[in-house]
């Protein structure tokens, strides 16, 4: 198979197939605390995408060009945690400057990024999953990011209609919620097997 289509089968394999929030449970922290408007959702999203997209590629570098090299893969965790943090300080500095709007009402959410388990995730998979180009890593990195912000913004427009609909009491808030996110995950359950 040629790369083209390694990139394109790696890309929606990622944003659909083995989407990190609903395949894997990761990153539910942001994804039902930040989703309850589409503008918050989009722009948590975008930040997501790129801290992620930053993160994988360069903990794939430094996993590949220096820990393996040099048999450090025992520190794998502090190495990636320390770019992460990094990737996310870039984000908070870029929204305080240019958005402060946005910077202020994603709260405590926008520096817990750093500690987001889809992000340190996939950049362990990205290992574990044998990814073995700097430009397959960027782009399932990417597609990483694409499918987080789908899912929080799928996320978020059905909790902007909920918040129309007529809810049970008891079902009002967390629960609904917590029942939404449970039937996405087993509505994209359906997309397994399509692509190994």
Same mark, same amino acid.
């Given at each position: 198979?040629?790369?083209?289509?390694?990139?394109?089968?790696?890309f929606?394999?990622?944003?659909?197939?083995?989407?990190?929030?609903?395949?894997?449970?990761?990153?539910?922290?942001?994804?039902?605390?930040?989703?309850?408007?589409?503008?918050?959702?989009?722009?948590?999203?975008?930040?997501?995408t790129?801290?992620v997209?930053?993160?994988?590629?360069?903990?794939?570098?430094?996993?590949?060009?220096?820990?393996?090299?040099?048999?450090?893969?025992?520190?794998?965790?502090?190495?990636?945690?320390?770019?992460?943090?990094?990737?996310?300080?870039?984000?908070?500095?870029?929204?305080?400057?240019?958005?402060?709007?946005?910077?202020e #009402? !994603? *709260?405590?959410?926008?520096?817990?990024?750093?500690?987001? /388990?889809?992000?340190? =995730?996939?950049?362990?998979? @990205? &290992?574990?999953?044998?990814?073995?180009?700097?430009?397959?890593?960027?782009?399932? #990195? !990417? *597609?990483?990011?694409?499918?987080?912000?789908?899912?929080? /913004?799928?996320?978020? =427009?059905?909790?902007?209609? @909920? &918040?129309?609909?007529?809810?049970?009491?008891?079902?009002?808030?967390?629960?609904?919620?917590?029942?939404?996110?449970?039937?996405?995950?087993?509505?994209?359950?359906?997309?397994? =097997?399509?692509?190994?």
């Open positions: 198979m040629d790369t083209l289509n390694v990139l394109i089968i790696g929606i394999s990622i944003v659909v197939v083995k989407n990190l929030v609903f395949t894997k449970f990761l990153g539910i922290c942001p994804y039902l605390g930040v989703s309850g408007r589409i503008d918050m959702a989009f722009g948590m999203g975008l930040a997501v790129f801290v997209t930053l993160s994988g590629t360069l903990t794939w570098m430094i996993d590949n060009w220096v820990l393996m090299k040099l048999g450090l893969e025992v520190t794998r965790y502090v190495c990636f945690i320390l770019v992460i943090a990094g990737a996310v300080q870039l984000v908070e500095m870029y929204l305080r400057k240019f958005f402060p709007s946005l910077y #009402s !994603f *709260g405590i959410f926008l520096p817990l990024i750093t500690t987001n /388990c889809a992000i340190l =995730g996939l950049c362990l998979f @990205l &290992n574990l999953w044998a990814i073995d180009s700097l430009l397959e890593a960027v782009v399932v #990195s !990417f *597609g990483a990011g694409i499918g987080f912000t789908m899912a929080i /913004c799928i996320m978020a =427009g059905i909790r902007e209609n @909920l &918040n129309m609909a007529d809810v049970p009491k008891c079902l009002k808030g967390a629960p609904i919620t917590l029942i939404t996110a449970g039937i996405l995950a087993m509505a994209f359950m359906g997309f397994a =097997g399509m692509i190994r």
